[in-house]
Every structure is written in structure tokens, then in C-alpha cells.
């Protein structure tokens, strides 16, 4: 599982023209899922997740976490996160969770988020979604279930 996490002051996600979530501070996060990724993988990348001390504090050092904050959550899935660029110019998504398994996992973390986190707000697994986003910083942090100990 991989999660891309930026800091922003807002950001919302658009499909068909019309906004179906929106967030203030907090953090947009990219959410790929592997094919071998388990529900116990994406408790561990949760945690990590709101654990993460990577909001300013009063003297702009990176010391708080989205809940001391009271930071927002917008939540995207992104299946290109597992693009093997490793052969050719076409990139190949042998390593994506198959739809149904990779979309049930979407959906786990987002219920999960939404019980250790005020607000969060989600795009739609498989739409063609349009991201907007004030990246602050900017901060971007890359989390991968791989990594994770």
C-alpha cells in the first residue's frame, strides 16, 4: 500500500464538475493499493498516518500531528501509484489490488480515518476525478506499507 501525503491549506476533488469533498488545512492523500495489501497493512499505514508529526507548529517546526491541529482529511485512491515503469514507455499495472479487493480497502481506510479524524472527505474509486489542492510548504511525504515495520 502507498499512500503520497501533502500538506495543504485546502483541497478539494471534482467529478463530472461538481465537488464531492472538500477540505481546509490538513492533508490530501493518494491512496494505492497493492495486490498483496491486507486490511492489517492498512491499519499499519493509518497509524503512521495520523501519527505523523508533519504540521508547523507556533514556531513553524514540524512537530504536530492532523489531530493536534484539528487538521482535515480528503482521501483519493490512485491506482498509478503501482505504475512499473521498469520496461518500455508504457507503464504496466501488474502490481495494483485487483478492483474489488483494491476498492473494499479504499473504503476501509476512510471508515477508519473517519473515527480518529474530524473531517474526511473522499474522492470515488475509479471515477475521473479532478484534484485541487494549496500545497503548503510544500510538504509531501511518501508512506509505503513495504516500509513499514
Not at 476533488?13 to 490538513?26: E, F, P, Q, S, T
Not at 492498512?42 to 508547523?56: Q, T, V
Not at 507556533?58 to 521498469?86: C, H, P, R, V, W
Amino acid at each position: 500500500m502507498r499512500f503520497v501525503i501533502q500538506v495543504v491549506e485546502n483541497s478539494d476533488v471534482k467529478i463530472d464538475g461538481k465537488v464531492r469533498g472538500a477540505i481546509g488545512r490538513g492533508y490530501m492523500v493518494l491512496i494505492g493499493v497493492g495486490k498483496d495489501d491486507t486490511k492489517e497493512a492498512a491499519d499499519k499505514m493509518i497509524k503512521k498516518l495520523i501519527g505523523l508529526r508533519i504540521m508547523a507548529d507556533e514556531n513553524g517546526k514540524t512537530n504536530l500531528s492532523i489531530n493536534d491541529m484539528n487538521g482535515e482529511l480528503l482521501l483519493i485512491s490512485q491506482f498509478t501509484l503501482y505504475a512499473d515503469t521498469s520496461h518500455g514507455n508504457r507503464p504496466g499495472f501488474t502490481t495494483c489490488g485487483a478492483p474489488d479487493m483494491a476498492k473494499e480497502l479504499y473504503h476501509y481506510i476512510i471508515d477508519e480515518c473517519k473515527k480518529k479524524v474530524k473531517k474526511v472527505e473522499q474522492g470515488e474509486f475509479g471515477a475521473d476525478m479532478k484534484v485541487t489542492l494549496t500545497n503548503d510548504g510544500p510538504f509531501t511525504i511518501i508512506l509505503d506499507s513495504a516500509d513499514l515495520k
